[in-house]
């Protein structure tokens, strides 16, 4: 009787810790993707695999980063159902991963033949560490989606 309580306890817990996280805000829930990328510092590029499927690519050029004006740029890949990305992407630039920085909207500048969307901002950037961090929502999600863990150094 024991050992099943201890297994019935252990199943449940392995099962709460594959579950996304998930925590209530005031315009929707937030989650993170379910990346296969780790954290990554000082890269061009990075790339987030969407709970669709589909992949969110982010860049800032030019590369490397200076002091000042950059653009930061976005792509949306179709999904795994071929379906093209109709949502909307919001972008902030934080001084931690963990941030209260308001989001602001990241216009869609283009589609190309592949249906992937894509998105740009200029924007400005102060000399240290910043986190440019990404909030995606699809038009059928009541969940937003951030990506939250790109750090990169300017110069």
């Keep these: 009787m024991k050992l099943n309580v201890i297994?019935?306890?252990?199943?449940?817990?392995?099962?709460?810790?594959?579950?996304?996280?998930?925590?209530?805000?005031?315009s929707g829930d937030q989650k993170r993707?379910?990346?296969?990328?780790?954290?990554?510092?000082?890269?061009?590029?990075?790339?987030?695999?969407?709970?669709?499927d589909s992949m969110f690519t982010a860049k800032i050029e030019p590369w490397p980063p200076k002091e000042g004006a950059v653009t930061i740029k976005a792509e949306a890949t179709m999904d795994d159902g071929d379906q093209k990305f109709?949502?909307?992407?919001?972008?902030?630039?934080?001084?931690?991963?963990?941030?209260?920085?308001?989001?602001?909207?990241m216009p869609k500048v283009g589609e190309d033949k592949d249906g992937s969307l894509h998105f740009a901002?200029?924007?400005?950037?102060?000399?240290?560490t910043v986190y440019i961090q990404f909030r995606v929502r699809d038009k059928g999600d009541k969940d937003f989606?951030?990506?939250?863990?790109w750090k990169v150094t300017v110069k």
């Design 121 to 128: 901002v200029p924007a400005t950037l102060a000399k240290g």
């Design 33 to 52: 993707a379910d990346a296969n990328e780790t954290p990554k510092e000082d890269e061009s590029e990075i790339d987030w695999q969407l709970q669709d």
């Design 145 to 149: 989606t951030d990506l939250t863990q």
């Design 7 to 26: 297994l019935a306890t252990a199943v449940a817990a392995s099962l709460c810790a594959c579950s996304p996280s998930s925590s209530s805000s005031s």
């Design 86 to 105: 109709a949502g909307t992407v919001a972008y902030r630039i934080a001084a931690s991963e963990q941030s209260s920085e308001p989001w602001k909207p």
